[in-house]
T-cell receptor, first 112, second 113 residues
Framework: DAKTTQPPSMDCAEGRAANLPCNHS???????VYWYRQIHSQGPQYIIH???NNETNEMASLIITEDRKSSTLILPHATLRDTAVYYC?????????????FGSGTQLTVLP | DGGITQSPKYLFRKEGQNVTLSCEQNLNHDAMYWYRQDPGQGLRLIYYSQIVNDFQKGDIAEGYSVSREKKESFPLTVTSAQKNPTAFYLCASSTDRASQPQHFGDGTRLSIL
């Protein structure tokens, strides 16, 4: 699986959009980009994933660049409950039940 | 509600003792996973199972054992051979397609007495 690079920490004001970047320059054409978050002492929570197109769900939006070498997770209106470590992961295409490789992630702190 | 249940939430092990962590899922997922997380670290894979009665070692399987006798259950035993077992243990499950996410339980925190 491709390696990802994320900033170690970011701050965001409550009510503003949080934009979390991720570089995955070695991503293959059949690898999906996944985002999870982990609040302290809880299991990781799935947020969103995509292959090529931008995706949006009730939690967030995922913007993937055209060359697929980077992506941005957008939390449109951050709340204090969004304070967590956010992980960007790439995973191989259908047919494989392989592990998720979690890096160090980005600690997002939403400030009141 | 469908989900993954891990128990117990907290567990204490004495020296030389084996302990078993429970993981049950009712999501009808074929694949199940065990991860270990140390403070300030990402997750590392211990074991995974893609189907019943089959499982494979992950990156850090030494000192651990698993079984997969039922689709819903994937217990992890931390044996006395695991010399540094204090960690946060997470179980996950998924379909066998990378296009679908893994879902995680709330974890078991294991400490040594």
């Amino acid at each position: 699986d491709a390696k990802t690079t994320q900033p170690p920490s970011m701050d965001c004001a409550e009510g503003r959009a949080a934009n979390l970047p991720c570089n995955h320059s070695t991503i293959s054409g059949n690898e999906y980009v996944y985002w999870y978050r982990q609040i302290h002492s809880q299991g990781p929570q799935y947020i969103i994933h995509g292959l090529k197109n931008n995706e949006t769900n009730e939690m967030a939006s995922l913007i993937i660049t055209e060359d697929r070498k980077s992506s941005t997770l957008i939390l449109p209106h951050a709340t204090l409950r969004d304070t967590a470590v956010y992980y960007c992961i790439v995973r191989v295409a259908p047919g494989s039940a392989r592990q998720l490789t979690f890096g160090s992630g980005t600690q997002l702190t939403v400030l009141p | 509600d469908g989900g993954i249940t891990q128990s117990p939430k907290y567990l204490f092990r004495k020296e030389g003792q084996n302990v078993t962590l429970s993981c049950e899922q009712n999501l009808n997922h074929d694949a199940m996973y065990w991860y270990r997380q140390d403070p300030g670290q990402g997750l590392r894979l211990i074991y995974y199972s893609q189907i019943v009665n089959d499982f494979q070692k992950g990156d850090i399987a030494e000192g651990y054992s698993v079984s997969r006798e039922k689709k819903e259950s994937f217990p992890l035993t931390v044996t006395s051979a695991q010399k540094n077992p204090t960690a946060f243990y997470l179980c996950a499950s998924s379909t066998d397609r990378a296009s679908q996410p893994q879902h995680f339980g709330d974890g078991t925190r294991l400490s040594i007495l």
